[in-house]
């Protein structure tokens, strides 16, 4: 007689690096959804929010999905796939949010009503906001460059494009 497999026969490896890499691009695609479908009026700026895209679990949970998929032994046999959908959400959480930080970047600054120590508190206060941010963009960069590591390792490729001037 043979024992079950651990977790009652349920694949658990490729059940959670689907539900991360699905937990990631919801958040990307709900930020996104909320520049178009602002939850009340806004100014165009503040619209965009760069937070939705360099939050904890969309920097995490696609390299986690990876390292579930293509780490722990045996490789899954979805790991490449599994690396491809990680790729393409940090691809678009970095695009979405430079760019929200450049829509943004002006902005910053725009509540500088004091005069003397408090207008001085507030460019403080914008200058640590545009490093946070920048820092975030960078994790999330460094995160996108180790799963494009993880996937090469288990012999993914990216598409080569060539490009000829006539």
Known sequence: MTTPPPGGGIALRPLTAWALLALAATLILFGFLD????????????RFGVGAFTELAVLAAPLLAMLVAAKLRPVLGQARLIGQVALIEYAVAVLLGTLAFLITLAGRFNNLHEDGFYA???????????????????????????????????????????????
């Open 120 to 166: 001085f508190g507030g460019v403080l206060q914008a200058l640590g906001d545009i490093i946070e941010v920048l820092l975030r963009l960078a994790l999330l960069a460094l995160a996108g460059l180790w799963t494009y590591r993880l996937y090469t390792g288990i012999g993914g490729t990216l598409p080569r494009i060539n490009i000829q001037a006539e």
């Open 35 to 46: 520049w178009i479908f602002p939850v009340g009026p806004r100014d165009f700026p503040d």
